[in-house]
Protein backbone atom coordinates (compact mmCIF):
# COMPACT_ATOMS: atom_id res chain seq x y z
CA UNK A 1 0.00 0.00 0.00
CA UNK A 2 1.14 3.51 -0.86
CA UNK A 3 1.40 5.25 2.17
CA UNK A 4 0.78 8.67 0.07
CA UNK A 5 -3.29 7.09 -0.43
CA UNK A 6 -3.79 6.66 3.17
CA UNK A 7 -6.48 8.75 4.26
CA UNK A 8 -4.77 8.34 8.01
CA UNK A 9 -1.58 10.33 9.16
CA UNK A 10 0.48 10.09 12.33
CA UNK A 11 0.64 12.55 14.87
CA UNK A 12 2.81 14.08 17.79
CA UNK A 13 0.13 14.11 20.34
CA UNK A 14 -2.50 11.92 21.60
CA UNK A 15 -5.63 12.85 22.82
CA UNK A 16 -5.55 15.05 26.19
CA UNK A 17 -8.32 12.74 27.84
CA UNK A 18 -6.27 9.31 26.81
CA UNK A 19 -4.52 7.83 30.10
CA UNK A 20 -3.92 4.45 28.33
CA UNK A 21 -0.54 4.05 26.92
CA UNK A 22 -1.93 1.05 24.18
CA UNK A 23 -4.90 3.85 22.72
CA UNK A 24 -2.15 6.94 23.01
CA UNK A 25 0.01 4.99 20.12
CA UNK A 26 -2.52 3.36 18.15
CA UNK A 27 -4.72 6.66 18.21
CA UNK A 28 -1.12 8.73 17.57
CA UNK A 29 -0.17 6.25 15.27
CA UNK A 30 -3.33 6.16 13.34
CA UNK A 31 -4.37 2.88 14.16
CA UNK A 32 -8.07 3.87 15.88
CA UNK A 33 -10.19 6.15 15.97
CA UNK A 34 -11.74 7.28 19.30
CA UNK A 35 -15.57 8.07 19.41
CA UNK A 36 -15.39 8.17 23.17
CA UNK A 37 -14.27 7.22 26.71
CA UNK A 38 -14.62 3.05 26.13
CA UNK A 39 -15.63 3.53 22.51
CA UNK A 40 -12.72 3.12 19.92
CA UNK A 41 -13.23 2.18 16.21
CA UNK A 42 -9.95 0.47 13.64
CA UNK A 43 -8.48 2.39 10.77
CA UNK A 44 -7.01 0.74 7.56
CA UNK A 45 -3.95 -0.34 9.55
CA UNK A 46 -5.60 -1.20 12.79
CA UNK A 47 -8.02 -3.00 10.96
CA UNK A 48 -5.00 -4.91 9.34
CA UNK A 49 -3.54 -6.22 12.45
CA UNK A 50 -7.42 -6.63 14.44
CA UNK A 51 -7.94 -9.11 11.41
CA UNK A 52 -4.89 -11.00 11.57
CA UNK A 53 -5.09 -11.24 15.14
CA UNK A 54 -8.81 -12.71 14.59
CA UNK A 55 -7.28 -15.18 12.02
CA UNK A 56 -4.86 -16.78 14.43
CA UNK A 57 -7.58 -17.29 16.66
CA UNK A 58 -10.32 -18.81 14.09
CA UNK A 59 -7.20 -21.17 13.01
CA UNK A 60 -6.44 -22.53 16.77
CA UNK A 61 -10.48 -22.62 17.18
CA UNK A 62 -11.03 -24.72 14.01
CA UNK A 63 -7.95 -27.20 14.80
CA UNK A 64 -9.77 -28.35 17.95
CA UNK A 65 -13.36 -28.56 16.32
CA UNK A 66 -14.64 -25.34 16.22
CA UNK A 67 -17.57 -24.66 13.90
CA UNK A 68 -17.87 -20.49 13.51
CA UNK A 69 -21.77 -18.62 13.44
CA UNK A 70 -22.21 -15.48 13.93
CA UNK A 71 -25.10 -14.95 16.61
CA UNK A 72 -27.32 -11.56 17.11
CA UNK A 73 -26.48 -8.46 19.23
CA UNK A 74 -29.71 -7.81 19.69
CA UNK A 75 -31.09 -10.21 21.99
CA UNK A 76 -34.83 -11.84 23.21
CA UNK A 77 -35.36 -10.85 26.73
CA UNK A 78 -37.66 -13.90 27.49
CA UNK A 79 -34.56 -16.56 27.01
CA UNK A 80 -32.49 -14.45 29.66
CA UNK A 81 -35.75 -14.47 32.27
CA UNK A 82 -35.30 -18.04 31.85
CA UNK A 83 -31.70 -18.06 33.81
CA UNK A 84 -32.54 -14.94 35.73
CA UNK A 85 -30.23 -13.24 34.61
CA UNK A 86 -32.14 -10.39 32.82
CA UNK A 87 -32.31 -8.89 36.31
CA UNK A 88 -30.17 -5.28 36.33
CA UNK A 89 -29.27 -6.39 40.02
CA UNK A 90 -27.89 -9.79 39.01
CA UNK A 91 -26.04 -8.30 36.22
CA UNK A 92 -25.12 -4.57 36.51
CA UNK A 93 -23.40 -3.75 33.03
CA UNK A 94 -26.49 -4.43 30.38
CA UNK A 95 -27.45 -2.40 28.04
CA UNK A 96 -30.76 -1.76 27.18
CA UNK A 97 -33.08 0.03 25.22
CA UNK A 98 -37.03 -0.45 24.36
CA UNK A 99 -38.98 -1.67 21.31
CA UNK A 100 -41.65 0.74 19.69
CA UNK A 101 -43.78 -0.95 21.70
CA UNK A 102 -42.13 -0.30 24.65
CA UNK A 103 -40.87 -3.94 25.74
CA UNK A 104 -37.63 -4.58 26.35
CA UNK A 105 -34.66 -5.28 23.67
CA UNK A 106 -31.22 -5.65 25.44
CA UNK A 107 -27.99 -5.57 23.61
CA UNK A 108 -25.44 -8.38 23.53
CA UNK A 109 -22.96 -8.30 27.02
CA UNK A 110 -22.45 -12.13 26.11
CA UNK A 111 -23.73 -15.06 24.84
CA UNK A 112 -24.29 -18.41 26.76
CA UNK A 113 -28.52 -18.15 26.70
CA UNK A 114 -28.83 -17.70 23.27
CA UNK A 115 -26.43 -19.71 21.74
CA UNK A 116 -27.44 -22.88 24.50
CA UNK A 117 -31.11 -21.52 23.21
CA UNK A 118 -30.22 -21.90 19.69
CA UNK A 119 -28.51 -25.73 20.05
CA UNK A 120 -31.64 -27.37 21.48
CA UNK A 121 -33.32 -28.40 17.60
CA UNK A 122 -30.38 -29.58 16.69
CA UNK A 123 -29.25 -31.55 19.49
CA UNK A 124 -31.32 -34.22 20.48
CA UNK A 125 -29.13 -37.48 21.18
CA UNK A 126 -25.90 -38.60 22.18
CA UNK A 127 -24.78 -38.97 18.36
CA UNK A 128 -25.07 -34.98 18.11
CA UNK A 129 -22.69 -34.50 20.59
CA UNK A 130 -19.82 -32.87 21.31
CA UNK A 131 -20.20 -30.16 19.44
CA UNK A 132 -18.02 -27.05 19.82
CA UNK A 133 -19.57 -23.41 18.50
CA UNK A 134 -17.55 -20.13 18.51
CA UNK A 135 -17.79 -16.90 16.71
CA UNK A 136 -16.40 -13.45 16.88
CA UNK A 137 -19.40 -11.04 18.06
CA UNK A 138 -19.47 -7.74 19.15
CA UNK A 139 -20.31 -7.20 22.96
CA UNK A 140 -21.83 -3.62 24.91
CA UNK A 141 -20.75 -3.97 28.61
CA UNK A 142 -21.59 -0.52 30.74
CA UNK A 143 -17.96 -0.70 32.20
CA UNK A 144 -17.52 1.48 35.11
CA UNK A 145 -14.13 2.43 34.59
CA UNK A 146 -13.18 2.70 30.55
CA UNK A 147 -9.22 4.01 31.73
CA UNK A 148 -7.50 0.90 29.51
CA UNK A 149 -7.63 2.16 25.98
CA UNK A 150 -8.94 -0.92 23.65
CA UNK A 151 -8.19 -3.61 26.86
CA UNK A 152 -11.68 -2.28 28.20
CA UNK A 153 -14.07 -1.43 25.77
CA UNK A 154 -18.05 -0.28 26.06
CA UNK A 155 -17.96 -1.64 22.88
CA UNK A 156 -15.56 -4.74 22.05
CA UNK A 157 -15.55 -7.98 19.89
CA UNK A 158 -15.12 -11.17 21.46
CA UNK A 159 -14.33 -14.67 20.35
CA UNK A 160 -16.41 -16.65 22.35
CA UNK A 161 -16.50 -20.63 22.00
CA UNK A 162 -19.26 -23.27 23.51
CA UNK A 163 -18.95 -26.66 24.08
CA UNK A 164 -21.38 -28.92 24.26
CA UNK A 165 -20.65 -32.36 25.69
CA UNK A 166 -22.13 -35.69 27.01
CA UNK A 167 -20.85 -36.58 30.35
CA UNK A 168 -18.21 -34.53 32.39
CA UNK A 169 -14.94 -35.94 31.65
CA UNK A 170 -15.60 -35.65 27.89
CA UNK A 171 -15.80 -31.94 29.10
CA UNK A 172 -12.60 -32.34 31.06
CA UNK A 173 -11.01 -33.25 27.64
CA UNK A 174 -12.08 -30.93 25.62
CA UNK A 175 -11.21 -28.04 28.31
CA UNK A 176 -7.20 -29.33 28.35
CA UNK A 177 -7.82 -29.11 24.84
CA UNK A 178 -8.65 -25.59 24.11
CA UNK A 179 -6.00 -24.88 27.21
CA UNK A 180 -3.62 -26.19 24.67
CA UNK A 181 -5.28 -23.93 21.57
CA UNK A 182 -5.21 -20.94 23.74
CA UNK A 183 -1.40 -21.22 24.78
CA UNK A 184 -0.51 -21.39 20.87
CA UNK A 185 -3.01 -18.49 20.43
CA UNK A 186 -0.66 -16.71 23.00
CA UNK A 187 2.57 -17.73 21.64
CA UNK A 188 2.34 -16.61 18.19
CA UNK A 189 0.43 -13.34 18.64
CA UNK A 190 4.13 -12.78 20.68
CA UNK A 191 2.78 -12.88 24.55
CA UNK A 192 3.58 -16.74 25.17
CA UNK A 193 6.58 -16.10 27.46
CA UNK A 194 4.38 -13.32 29.64
CA UNK A 195 0.62 -15.09 29.93
CA UNK A 196 0.20 -17.34 32.30
CA UNK A 197 -2.38 -20.08 32.60
CA UNK A 198 -4.26 -18.87 36.06
CA UNK A 199 -6.21 -20.54 38.84
CA UNK A 200 -9.33 -17.96 39.19
CA UNK A 201 -12.66 -17.80 40.54
CA UNK A 202 -15.45 -19.49 38.13
CA UNK A 203 -18.36 -16.22 39.30
CA UNK A 204 -21.29 -16.94 38.95
CA UNK A 205 -20.81 -20.20 36.92
CA UNK A 206 -18.57 -22.59 39.12
CA UNK A 207 -16.38 -22.41 41.80
CA UNK A 208 -12.82 -21.91 39.82
CA UNK A 209 -11.55 -21.28 36.62
CA UNK A 210 -8.49 -20.86 34.40
CA UNK A 211 -7.61 -17.29 32.85
CA UNK A 212 -4.80 -16.05 31.09
CA UNK A 213 -3.58 -13.55 32.66
CA UNK A 214 -0.42 -11.56 31.08
CA UNK A 215 2.10 -9.31 33.27
CA UNK A 216 1.91 -5.97 32.50
CA UNK A 217 2.17 -3.08 35.04
CA UNK A 218 -0.73 -1.59 32.77
CA UNK A 219 -2.91 -4.36 33.89
CA UNK A 220 -5.96 -4.38 35.83
CA UNK A 221 -5.69 -7.56 37.70
CA UNK A 222 -2.87 -8.89 40.27
CA UNK A 223 -1.87 -12.24 40.36
CA UNK A 224 0.56 -14.66 41.99
CA UNK A 225 3.52 -15.90 39.48
CA UNK A 226 5.41 -19.18 39.80
CA UNK A 227 7.29 -18.97 37.20
CA UNK A 228 9.69 -22.25 37.09
CA UNK A 229 5.80 -24.04 37.16
CA UNK A 230 4.35 -21.67 34.94
CA UNK A 231 1.28 -21.56 36.81
CA UNK A 232 -0.43 -18.61 39.04
CA UNK A 233 -3.04 -18.15 40.93
CA UNK A 234 -5.63 -14.98 40.77
CA UNK A 235 -5.68 -12.73 43.48
CA UNK A 236 -9.57 -13.20 44.35
CA UNK A 237 -8.77 -16.90 45.09
CA UNK A 238 -5.30 -17.19 46.54
CA UNK A 239 -5.84 -18.76 49.73
CA UNK A 240 -3.82 -21.46 51.54
CA UNK A 241 -6.53 -24.23 50.17
CA UNK A 242 -5.99 -23.19 46.58
CA UNK A 243 -2.09 -22.91 46.78
CA UNK A 244 -1.84 -26.45 48.58
CA UNK A 245 -4.33 -27.90 46.43
CA UNK A 246 -2.12 -26.93 43.25
CA UNK A 247 1.21 -28.00 45.12
CA UNK A 248 2.52 -24.43 45.30
CA UNK A 249 5.02 -22.69 48.05
CA UNK A 250 3.41 -19.46 48.88
CA UNK A 251 7.55 -18.60 49.01
CA UNK A 252 7.89 -19.31 45.06
CA UNK A 253 4.80 -17.32 44.19
CA UNK A 254 5.50 -13.80 43.22
CA UNK A 255 2.46 -10.60 43.30
CA UNK A 256 2.07 -9.09 39.55
CA UNK A 257 0.19 -6.59 37.95
CA UNK A 258 -1.79 -8.78 34.94
CA UNK A 259 -4.23 -8.34 32.33
CA UNK A 260 -6.78 -10.43 31.41
CA UNK A 261 -6.52 -11.95 28.04
CA UNK A 262 -8.64 -15.11 27.95
CA UNK A 263 -10.71 -17.21 30.21
CA UNK A 264 -12.05 -20.75 29.98
CA UNK A 265 -14.82 -21.60 32.11
CA UNK A 266 -16.69 -25.58 32.83
CA UNK A 267 -20.32 -24.32 32.90
CA UNK A 268 -21.61 -27.97 33.94
CA UNK A 269 -25.42 -27.67 33.39
CA UNK A 270 -25.43 -23.70 34.31
CA UNK A 271 -27.17 -22.67 31.35
CA UNK A 272 -28.48 -26.43 30.14
CA UNK A 273 -31.02 -26.93 33.19
CA UNK A 274 -31.94 -23.63 32.82
CA UNK A 275 -32.96 -23.84 29.17
CA UNK A 276 -33.97 -27.33 28.94
CA UNK A 277 -30.78 -27.91 26.69
CA UNK A 278 -30.82 -32.20 26.65
CA UNK A 279 -30.19 -35.48 24.76
CA UNK A 280 -31.27 -38.77 25.03
CA UNK A 281 -28.64 -41.35 26.01
CA UNK A 282 -28.21 -44.86 24.35
CA UNK A 283 -30.51 -46.03 27.12
CA UNK A 284 -33.41 -43.23 25.99
CA UNK A 285 -33.01 -41.35 29.31
CA UNK A 286 -33.03 -37.64 29.12
CA UNK A 287 -29.89 -35.91 30.11
CA UNK A 288 -28.50 -32.72 30.24
CA UNK A 289 -26.23 -31.54 28.17
CA UNK A 290 -22.54 -30.39 29.93
CA UNK A 291 -20.92 -26.85 28.78
CA UNK A 292 -17.83 -25.05 28.80
CA UNK A 293 -17.43 -21.48 27.58
CA UNK A 294 -14.42 -19.99 26.04
CA UNK A 295 -13.35 -16.30 25.42
CA UNK A 296 -10.81 -13.95 24.20
CA UNK A 297 -10.66 -10.46 23.33
CA UNK A 298 -8.53 -9.79 20.36
CA UNK A 299 -9.22 -6.03 20.55
CA UNK A 300 -7.43 -6.47 24.27
CA UNK A 301 -4.81 -8.68 23.29
CA UNK A 302 -3.97 -6.28 20.93
CA UNK A 303 -3.82 -3.46 23.15
CA UNK A 304 -2.22 -6.14 25.76
CA UNK A 305 0.83 -6.54 22.80
CA UNK A 306 1.10 -2.59 22.66
CA UNK A 307 1.29 -2.35 26.33
CA UNK A 308 4.16 -4.97 26.69
CA UNK A 309 5.94 -5.12 23.60
CA UNK A 310 6.00 -0.62 22.77
CA UNK A 311 9.44 0.99 23.56
CA UNK A 312 10.06 4.95 23.73
CA UNK A 313 10.02 5.50 20.24
CA UNK A 314 6.41 3.77 19.07
CA UNK A 315 4.58 0.52 18.95
CA UNK A 316 6.69 -2.71 17.82
CA UNK A 317 4.61 -5.52 16.60
CA UNK A 318 5.38 -9.02 16.35
CA UNK A 319 5.91 -10.32 12.50
CA UNK A 320 2.77 -12.43 12.95
CA UNK A 321 0.22 -9.54 13.53
CA UNK A 322 1.76 -6.37 12.16
CA UNK A 323 -0.43 -4.95 9.76
CA UNK A 324 3.00 -5.24 6.88
CA UNK A 325 5.98 -6.72 7.00
CA UNK A 326 8.10 -4.28 5.74
CA UNK A 327 7.82 -0.43 5.95
CA UNK A 328 9.47 0.44 2.33
CA UNK A 329 11.11 4.57 2.66
CA UNK A 330 12.00 6.49 -0.24
CA UNK A 331 14.46 9.14 0.38
CA UNK A 332 14.25 11.30 -2.86
CA UNK A 333 14.77 7.68 -5.16
CA UNK A 334 11.20 7.32 -6.27
CA UNK A 335 11.81 6.15 -9.43
CA UNK A 336 13.93 2.57 -7.98
CA UNK A 337 11.64 2.36 -5.20
CA UNK A 338 8.81 2.63 -7.53
CA UNK A 339 10.02 -0.65 -8.97
CA UNK A 340 11.29 -1.82 -5.69
CA UNK A 341 7.89 -1.95 -4.25
CA UNK A 342 6.43 -3.34 -7.05
CA UNK A 343 8.70 -6.76 -7.41
CA UNK A 344 8.01 -7.21 -2.95
CA UNK A 345 4.20 -6.82 -3.86
CA UNK A 346 4.35 -9.11 -6.79
CA UNK A 347 6.23 -11.46 -4.64
CA UNK A 348 3.56 -11.38 -1.68
CA UNK A 349 5.21 -9.52 0.53
CA UNK A 350 2.94 -7.54 2.13
CA UNK A 351 4.84 -3.80 2.13
CA UNK A 352 3.62 -0.36 3.16
CA UNK A 353 5.67 2.30 1.09
CA UNK A 354 6.22 5.31 2.39
CA UNK A 355 6.46 7.64 -1.33
CA UNK A 356 5.07 10.67 0.43
CA UNK A 357 6.86 13.93 -0.45
CA UNK A 358 8.28 14.10 3.44
CA UNK A 359 11.65 15.03 5.33
CA UNK A 360 13.46 11.88 6.11
CA UNK A 361 13.65 12.61 9.76
CA UNK A 362 9.80 12.52 9.67
CA UNK A 363 9.27 9.38 7.73
CA UNK A 364 11.83 7.84 10.07
CA UNK A 365 9.64 8.97 13.30
CA UNK A 366 6.86 7.80 11.39
CA UNK A 367 8.36 4.14 10.79
CA UNK A 368 8.96 3.75 14.35
CA UNK A 369 5.82 5.02 15.69
CA UNK A 370 3.84 2.47 13.36
CA UNK A 371 5.94 -0.45 14.35
CA UNK A 372 6.23 -2.52 11.06
CA UNK A 373 8.77 -5.09 12.11
CA UNK A 374 11.17 -4.53 8.75
CA UNK A 375 12.53 -0.90 7.33
CA UNK A 376 13.53 -0.63 3.90
CA UNK A 377 15.93 2.61 3.40
CA UNK A 378 16.44 4.14 -0.33
CA UNK A 379 18.22 7.05 -0.73
CA UNK A 380 19.62 9.01 -3.86
CA UNK A 381 22.93 7.41 -3.14
CA UNK A 382 22.04 4.27 -2.64
CA UNK A 383 19.46 4.06 -5.53
CA UNK A 384 22.90 4.83 -7.81
CA UNK A 385 24.63 2.21 -6.35
CA UNK A 386 22.17 -0.60 -6.10
CA UNK A 387 22.17 -1.09 -2.37
CA UNK A 388 19.04 -0.73 -0.04
CA UNK A 389 19.52 -0.56 4.07
CA UNK A 390 17.67 -2.81 5.83
CA UNK A 391 16.85 -2.30 9.53
CA UNK A 392 14.48 -4.72 12.26
CA UNK A 393 12.84 -2.26 13.69
CA UNK A 394 13.91 -3.71 17.21
CA UNK A 395 17.47 -3.03 16.43
CA UNK A 396 20.15 -0.60 15.77
CA UNK A 397 22.19 -2.60 12.99
CA UNK A 398 21.64 -1.78 9.33
CA UNK A 399 22.03 -4.48 7.06
CA UNK A 400 23.01 -3.68 3.12
CA UNK A 401 21.01 -5.63 0.75
CA UNK A 402 21.49 -5.50 -2.84
CA UNK A 403 18.10 -4.21 -4.38
CA UNK A 404 17.85 -6.78 -6.62
CA UNK A 405 18.48 -9.31 -4.36
CA UNK A 406 15.64 -7.71 -1.74
CA UNK A 407 12.67 -10.19 -2.65
CA UNK A 408 14.73 -12.94 -2.46
CA UNK A 409 16.16 -11.80 1.42
CA UNK A 410 12.90 -11.55 3.16
CA UNK A 411 11.27 -14.70 1.18
CA UNK A 412 14.09 -17.15 2.56
CA UNK A 413 13.34 -15.11 6.20
P1 LIG B 1 -12.80 -8.58 33.08
O1 LIG B 1 -12.64 -9.43 34.29
O2 LIG B 1 -11.52 -8.02 32.59
O3 LIG B 1 -13.87 -7.55 33.22
P2 LIG B 1 -14.46 -10.65 32.12
O4 LIG B 1 -14.00 -11.67 33.11
O5 LIG B 1 -15.76 -9.99 32.35
O6 LIG B 1 -13.31 -9.54 31.93
P3 LIG B 1 -15.36 -12.34 30.00
O7 LIG B 1 -16.74 -11.89 30.07
O8 LIG B 1 -15.09 -13.71 30.46
O9 LIG B 1 -14.38 -11.28 30.68
O10 LIG B 1 -14.80 -12.14 28.53
C1 LIG B 1 -13.90 -13.00 27.86
C2 LIG B 1 -12.73 -12.20 27.33
O11 LIG B 1 -13.19 -11.04 26.63
C3 LIG B 1 -11.81 -11.65 28.39
O12 LIG B 1 -10.88 -12.62 28.80
C4 LIG B 1 -11.14 -10.50 27.66
O13 LIG B 1 -10.10 -10.96 26.83
C5 LIG B 1 -12.26 -9.98 26.79
N1 LIG B 1 -12.95 -8.82 27.39
C6 LIG B 1 -13.77 -8.82 28.45
N2 LIG B 1 -14.24 -7.59 28.70
C7 LIG B 1 -13.68 -6.78 27.76
C8 LIG B 1 -13.79 -5.39 27.47
N3 LIG B 1 -14.58 -4.60 28.20
N4 LIG B 1 -13.10 -4.91 26.41
C9 LIG B 1 -12.32 -5.72 25.66
N5 LIG B 1 -12.18 -7.03 25.88
C10 LIG B 1 -12.86 -7.57 26.91
MG1 LIG C 1 -12.50 -11.65 34.51
Not at 124 to 138: A, E, G, H, M
Not at 140 to 160: H, L, P, V, Y
Not at 210 to 223: K, L
Amino acid sequence: MRQSQLFTKSRREAPKDEESLNAQLLIRAGYVHKEMAGVYSFLPLGLRTFEKIVGIIREEMNAIGGQEVALTALQNPEIWKTTGRFDDIVVDNWFKTKLKNGSDLPLAFTHEEPMTFMMKPFIQSYRDLPKYVYQFQTKFRNETRAKSGIMRGREFMMKDLYSFSRTQSDLDAFYEQAALAYERIFERVGIGASTFKTFASGGVFSKYSHEYQTICDAGEDIIFVDESKNIAINQEVFTDEVIAALGLEKESLVRKKSIEVGNIFKLGTSFSDPLGLTYKDEDGESKPVIMGCYGIGPGRLMGTIVELLSDDKGIVWPEAIAPFRIHLLSLGADEVTDGVYRTLTEAGIETLYDDRDARAGEKFADSDLLGIPYRIVIGKRSAESGQAEVKRRTGEDVETVSITELSAYFQNR
